[in-house]
């Protein structure tokens, strides 16, 4: 006992080897989850950083809009522009003056302007717009509109946008980058629609450039390595940091726009490239969402060093584990699994293997057990000499029963042929006497004598045959053993008027020992002839029905005898056990077929009453595939 305990002390100090190996890759992963969650903070910080600050931006120009809306509203007079023609020329000054005020006084958009509805002004199109010069002086724009006319009709263009966008959606919207052809700058554009009294009067609107927005985006970088990019409220990519194209961001848009849909704002994982980043991304005011990635190898470039050094550590440990589990599991192992495979050999029959005298001389429990399968081993070892001069005696005995069987069928074989040769003898002689026999009479009557004579040879060979032993496992015919085992009973089943019905399917070829095989059905078809005379049915029947199913054979003898007692059922296979006279049964018949059957030839035997007599069921292997689906197939 003090050796398993030291054992046992060894077990544990390797299982807290083992468990600081553990705590190292958790440090590891503990220090991965630490960066990563500091940069999705940093991350996050910056999108809602900047989120805001290009909220402000988009806030500020749709202040001014607002603004000039709000004013149109209250100061244009629908009335009074249907009554008098001057109206409107006084109030387009008046609205110049306020949009270049307006304008003057705004250092984040570019232009401002008021898109008056064509039905208002027919048959002119009318607008005010002021933009920034390169001096950053307000300008009046005046767009030659011959050239670059305003269409007003559906479908609608696309540099109309921003004028049936607002009116569509009932709303100030803003447009995506589009390049306005009046003064060919690529921009971006709030509008909102005007009405007076339910009056639409027209569209204000101001536009900011995109490289503006561009140079807000290209400054939030965090590493090395950091981009960032700015989507439109349909999650198109309106612009990004480094000028890749849409593409790049495919499964980045994906994933924000399942994101966006629940939150304002989020940071997840992503992989492009077979690279993986991190991406942080906050809506904007006008729903418009902004986005800054890091390649996460970029992230944990400072800790590098330190999970270097704990996966060293890791390593180290695992292979001190390692050596340390091999030497001992093995030192502690071996008797368990020496014992263990003793008992496997036992479970299957064999007490021939030695015991080891190491394990044997053991003054500890590992000693005991193999003591004790020492002892089993012998005990089987008794047993089987005793269940082999049992055997020899059973087969001895079934040898004996079989040979006064054939005997007898010999007789019955025998018996017509040897009263046919008497009578052609005597007629022969007769013929001698009366001087009537000439050549051809007499070649006739030898020929006639050596057919008879040849027939009673094959007789015999067939019954030699059956008696020779088989000792190997080879492939054979079933329709040739059921043909043999028929033949050997033919003078018998002739005699006692018994018909046969064999039907069989063709080409059926069994894997195993075919003179057992056809023992095996001999005892059956003598049971099957007992069973009926004793019954003494009007029809005498024996059916044999044979077909083949995944890889086995199938076999039913059927008679029209009597049923079986249930409660004999459970002894039919046991030694001599007979339900038939003390003189006419040994009872070893059905004790040697399921030897046969089930040992030699790794099958199945069964008995069953049926309707009008009794079946014999049989089942083994058609080819050579294992035996791993015998038990499955055949019923047990």
Known sequence: MKKISLRIMLAIIICSIATSTVLC??????????????????????????????????????????????????????????????????????????IKETLQYSDIAYGLYFTFNPELTFPTQEEVWYAFDEAGTPQAVMPDLSLNARDFTEPIAENMQYYFQPILEKKGTWTGPYVDSDVNLEMLSYSRAVYVDGVLVGVAGADILTDDTID????????????????????????????????????????????????????????????????????????????ITQPTKEVFSPTRGLILVLTLLTLICIVITIIFGIYFSHRLSKPIVNASDQLKLLKHGDYTHDIPTEFLNRKDDIGEFHNAILSIQSEMKKEAELNREKDILLIYQSKQAKIGEMVGNISHQWKQ????????????????????????????????????????????????????????????????????ALNLMEASLKYNHIAVEVNIDKGLKLLGYQNEFSHVLFNILNNARDAILESNVEKKLIQIRGWQADGHVLLEITNRGNPIPEETFENLFEPYFTTKNEKDGTGIGLYISKIIIEQRMHGHIELENVYMGVCCRICVKAKAEGNGNESALCGR
């Open 417 to 484: 042929p040897l009263n046919s040769i008497n009578l052609i003898l005597l007629n022969l002689y007769e013929d001698y006497q009366l001087k009537e026999l000439n050549d051809e009479e007499f070649k006739a009557t030898i020929d006639k004598l050596m057919s008879i004579v040849r027939n009673m040879s094959d007789t015999i060979k067939d019954f030699t045959d059956f008696l020779k032993p088989n000792r190997e496992v080879t492939e054979f015919d079933l329709n040739e053993s059921i043909a043999l």
């Open 25 to 98: 890759v958790v440090s590891i992963k503990r220090a991965s989850s630490v960066m990563n969650d500091e940069a999705e903070q940093m991350l996050s910080y910056a999108s809602e950083k900047y989120s805001n600050q290009l909220s402000i931006y988009f806030k500020n120009t749709e202040g001014l809009v607002d603004s000039l809306a709000a004013n149109v509203s209250v100061t244009f007079d629908p009335m009074e522009h249907q009554e008098e023609v001057p109206y409107f020329i006084e109030y387009k000054a008046y609205l110049d003056r306020i």
């Open 216 to 291: 807000i985006v290209k400054t939030m970088k965090i590493y090395g390595g950091s981009s960032s990019f700015l989507y439109d409220d349909e999650k198109e990519l309106i612009v990004s940091s480094n000028d890749l194209n849409k593409e790049r961001y495919s499964e980045s848009e994906r994933q924000i726009q399942q994101y966006a849909e629940v939150k304002n704002s989020g940071v997840f994982h992503y992989f492009d490239l077979n690279e993986e980043y991190i991406l942080a991304f906050s809506k904007l005011s006008n729903g418009w969402i902004i986005g």
